[in-house]
């Protein structure tokens, strides 16, 4: 059976192709396809037991959704309905996309309002990740001086992206398997 469900937002495709790395690099029998938030439902993501969620940074700092000119639904709308919902025993690891030469005072800020609400919910937030090697003034995502979870710079650092990846896809793994 499955146990990773993956669930992303997008505006331009980034978000997307990243969730598609993801769920090749696991494989069928561990993962499942990549659903776009905007059409998940909350007993959607309680049918795993592993979640990686991925979204953008839109707006100065803030999350994908109609409020920024997306063309979609996404996050800002999904979050909402996460209100009161029990994820304890559930782990969960965010990686977010931003730009981090336009946007060096909100570099990838969104990730912080899911890791709050899925925190709010008891689920237990896997997937930290180091701050080296990225240049930023400020983050919401940086948390206990990590990033709360994997953060991709498709702008400026594309090149790293395929390692990156690959590093905190195998430290997952060792922590699901716990
Ligand atoms: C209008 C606009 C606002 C953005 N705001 C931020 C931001 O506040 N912080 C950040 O790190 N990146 C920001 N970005 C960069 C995007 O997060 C980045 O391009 C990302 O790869 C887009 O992902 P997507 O293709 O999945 O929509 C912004 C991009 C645009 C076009």
New binding site residues.
Partial sequence: MTKVGIF?????????RIAKDISTALGSTIAAKPVNVRNATVSDMLMYDVLILGT???????L?GLS???ATESWEEFLPTLAGQDFSGKKVAIYG????K??PN?????MFYLYEQFEQCNATLIGAWATDGYEFKASKAVVNEQFIGLVL???NQKDLTPDRLNAWLTMLAKVWDD
Wanted: negative net charge; glycine residues 18%; hydrophobic residues 20%.
């Fill in positions: 992303f937002g997008t505006d331009t495709g980034n978000t997307r953008p940074t839109y707006g100065e700092g803030v994908p920024t000119g997306n996309l931003g730009n981090q336009s946007y909100e570099f990838v800020d969104a710079d498709q702008e």
